[in-house]
């Protein structure tokens, strides 16, 4: 699908009219000549089997590919991820996924196979539960386009033995889905068993009731495909029939959709609403259903909400949520990486303008990080700092391209490219970044990434002969399948909509448009479009955030102050005692603090003791405030060659590694002893390297004075935690131990168990091992991109990188009575007790932070964003 097309319907005939919008209305001096375009496509065709390769060699038939550890993910044999595994349901995922990929790429020898291998070894009955709407995007998805090419070659004399297997596959998993949608709404479960269906006591699901808006949305393309292609309604009724009723349950006066719905009262839970996670594929497919199947029902729908979107969230070059009921009140204050489609879809609407500024101001963003974040704040901070590689940006970079052939959109995808294979390319594949600010990876490589990212940037680099076939003949679905065109006039015995809320309306010819703008008269200043991405690219280049304010402390202070308090020093042990306050060590180095007045030795100690605990509250909001951002561990040597980058907690002591240009580069050695607390047995061979330590048994700072001694270099301290990850723990901070540690000046880095156990399993299988302690990680070449202030990073919260366990989500509160002052948690996990983080001489953990102005504002965001993180991995990771 290239640029707009837009198809008008006579009576009850539809014919169709694809238009092409071919403007070409900037001609740089230097525009990118052909050759460079070739050397380009030939790139994406050399990752593509870099990508592809690995996952056939080392995961196949697992469902994906896990890049780091160079094996296959199969669910129930790797811990659980929660519903972001829900994607997977052990039928070679990315295999299928990637079927068409192929076919477009000119890999038809690969096709073939790749075919056959799907048809003979996967099995769509798996007792296994998955969720509906990635199993019709990505599998019946992937089953339909590879049908499509399948057919499309056959047609041309290859594949002649191709006898629809795709489709009856297709047919079957259809089936399988179709009991989710036995609701009285007729809005799917968002789960179902692929054998036994919902609502059994062997199905494991059926007991939900709540839905996203995009998942019960995304529907209608694959149903309505599988329809026409097999001559069955069934599919396409049910899909028209939840679309139906969510147009019913829109706002009637904003004429927005929430994010979250009850599938089986249809309110909404959740009434947030804007382009992003959640809602955004319900909007493409409005249109994309109207372009595939000709009803000019789907695109007065999506012109009606598009009108809206533009009214109250889009607020150039920002798209910002709304609350449906009340849609000039901000939702939130930053934005998710899935409204990077949306540039995209306004080119297919022929609203090419403020495409082209969101395009802009997320390009901008992407120079800044390598990558776009999973979330960034309104002055374009990071917000949840992980990327899995999604390519909805490159998606709409396509577009634009086609869209305006404007070379400066071959530049961006050129500069993904080259991210790509710096930042994320791994010796088996290309892994996901668990946090753009550091260059550390997670093990994991979606299958949308072989589905979409290398289509969509080999496409914007081909040349029209480059291509094995006409695409403008194809749309894409959300995940990039290619339906054809073709499948509009083909018959599917269409009965009535079981719901038909339109039924009785007049279509307003007001909300249609019929024709593509005319570039030539929209743009006549070939400038035009660059004087629109100017002003962005100012306005993104100066949002590193300057310093916050030091609060200024309170008065009446008591005789301890919390900014000197020490946990291991027994007399500030003793003055707690006096005041009643009680100090707990819990398990992750955390310190818990409980005040009982009644067990304070006289009145003004208790009064004491609800100052230092105000203190202590003050003093811990500051101190997440000033937290350090992570820090990389990144393996340099054969085979590693820097491709595996390991997130790592700074120091509070020692050598700024962001003060440092190169980082700290040496061979690693394990110290004996391993806890570092005493004098080393083997300083002769630590000496000159990086020691690794347990934590453990002594403070952070003894250790690194003790491998210090042994002239090291650098040292890695690993959790002794089993099981710990920074996949599912808070950003942890080494502090010092209360005494002055200018006399540190190595740097000393903190590893979890999971992270630490990757170093110790490279040393023991090579003898040499050499990693570089850094900020950031490096390329190859040791090079860096261009960043924010060191400022930036110190105001980057820890919520930007990972999302937060909820059971860590808590303070301290004082009661004042007469007679107890205690804490009180903001919605702890049952079995938890509440903390205040302390950072006090021993091993404390450090949350990160967001920037909010008081400890309920605090929370409150925090719970925000547990909540909105959830549903993002609910609707798309």
Known sequence: MWGLWMLLSATMLHTFLLLLLIGTFIRPSQPMTREEKNKLRNQVLEMFDHAYQNYMDHAYPADELMPLTCRGRVRGLEPSRGDIDDALGKFSLTLIDTLDTLALLNKTVEFEKAVRRVVTDVRLDND??????????????GLLGGHSMAIMLKESG??????????????DLGLRLLPAFNTSSGLPYPRVNLRHGVRGPETRTGTETDTCTACAGTIILEFAALSRFTGDPTFEAHARRALDFLWEKRQRNSNLVGTTINIHSGEWVRRDSGVGAGIDSYYEYLMKAYILLGDDQFLQRFNTHYASIMKYISQPPLLLD????????????????????????????????????????????TKKHNFLPEAFTTDFRVHWAQHPLRPEFAESTYFLYKATKDPYYLEVGRSILENLNRFARVPCGFAAMKDVRTGSHEDRMDSFFLAEMFKYLFLLFAEEEDLPFNVEDYVF??????????????????????????????????????TCPNTRLLFPDPAFPRNLREPIRSAVDKSCPRPAAIREPGMGLPPLRAQDFMANNPEHLELLRRMGVSLIHLKDGRVQLVQHATQAVSAVAAEDGMRFMQEMMELSSQQQKEQLPPRAVQIVSHPFFGRVVLTAGPAQFGLDLSKSSSGVRGFVTVAEPYNGCSELTNGEIVAGRIALLQRGQCMF??????????????????????????????????????????DVILPLLFLFHKEGNILLEALKEYSEVEVLLSDKARDRDGAEEEDCSTEEKDQSSHTSSEPLDESKVTTQEQVA?????????????????????????????????????SVDSLMADWQEDLEAFKQMEKDEL
């Not at 903001?826 to 302390?838: F, K, M």
């Open 817 to 853: 009575d007469d007679s107890v002052v205690e804490q009180e948690s903001v919605q702890p996990a049952e079995g938890l007790d509440s903390y205040v983080p302390v950072d006090v001489g021993e091993e404390t953990a450090g949350d990160g932070d967001s920037d909010s102005q």
């Open 701 to 742: 700072a003894e250790k690194a004075r003790h491998i210090q001694k042994a002239r090291a270099i650098g040292g890695i301290v690993i959790d002794d935690n089993e099981g710990s990850s920074s996949d599912t723990a808070p950003l942890f901070q080494m502090a010092g131990d209360g005494r002055n540690t200018d």
């Open 128 to 141: 296994i539960v998955v969720s509906v709407f990635e199993t019709n995007i990505r599998v019946l998805g």
């Open 322 to 365: 709304v609350h449906i009921h009340k849609p000039l009140l901000p939702a939130r204050t930053w934005m998710d990486s899935l409204l990077a489609f949306f540039p995209g879809l306004q080119v297919l609407k022929g609203d090419i303008r403020p495409a082209i500024e969101t395009h802009e101001m997320l390009y901008q963003v």
């Open 477 to 514: 679905t959300t995940e990039a399948h290619l339906l054809p065109l073709s499948l509009s006039t083909a018959s599917n015995s269409q009965p009535p909509s079981v719901v038909n809320n339109m039924a009785g309306e007049e279509l307003d010819d007001a909300n249609f448009e019929w």
């Open 158 to 171: 290859q594949m002649l033995w191709y006898q629809d297997e795709l489709l009856h596959m297709a047919k």
